[in-house]
């Protein structure tokens, strides 16, 4: 089974009106899944998935979050909850796991 790793690449935030106080507009995240072979099998295998998600950031709702005051793990649970559904990704992304330690198909020529 792969271990899942989560990151917030960068963030891109409003600057004007001034109101909006640095309001995140955008997430760039990326989720990489490592799993280690087994056995004589001394390959560690790897794959990742990124993408970007948007926001309609509101300062004046009572539960606005000022850019200075905002962490890793809010802007995650931000993505989560508009439109990346983490157990997908990481079914995925153990999916594409799967396939390298048991390909299912190749590639080459036979004269090669």
Same mark, same amino acid.
């Given at each position: 089974?792969?271990?899942?790793?989560?990151?917030?690449?960068?963030?891109?935030?409003?600057?004007?009106?001034?109101?909006?106080?640095?309001?995140?507009?955008?997430?760039?995240?990326?989720?990489?899944?490592?799993?280690?072979? %087994?056995?004589?099998? +001394?390959?560690?295998?790897?794959?990742?998935?990124?993408? @970007?998600? !948007?926001? $309609? =950031?509101?300062?004046?709702?009572?539960?606005?979050?000022?850019?200075?005051?905002?962490?890793?793990?809010?802007?995650?649970?931000?993505?989560?909850?508009?439109?990346?559904?983490?157990?997908?990704?990481? %079914?995925?992304?153990? +999916?594409?796991?799967?396939?390298?330690?048991?390909?299912? @198909?190749? !590639?080459? $020529? =036979?004269?090669?």
């Amino acid at each position: 089974m792969a271990t899942f790793n989560w990151q917030i690449l960068q963030l891109e935030r409003d600057l004007l009106p001034e109101d909006m106080n640095g309001a995140i507009v955008i997430a760039h995240w990326n989720c990489t899944a490592t799993q280690e072979g %087994t056995g004589d099998d +001394a390959v560690n295998y790897s794959a990742s998935n990124y993408g @970007t998600v !948007s926001f $309609t =950031p509101d300062p004046t709702a009572s539960d606005y979050t000022p850019y200075a005051d905002v962490t890793e793990e809010m802007v995650k649970n931000w993505v989560f909850a508009n439109g990346v559904e983490k157990s997908e990704v990481e %079914t995925n992304l153990q +999916a594409n796991i799967d396939a390298q330690i048991t390909p299912t @198909t190749a !590639s080459g $020529t =036979p004269w090669a």
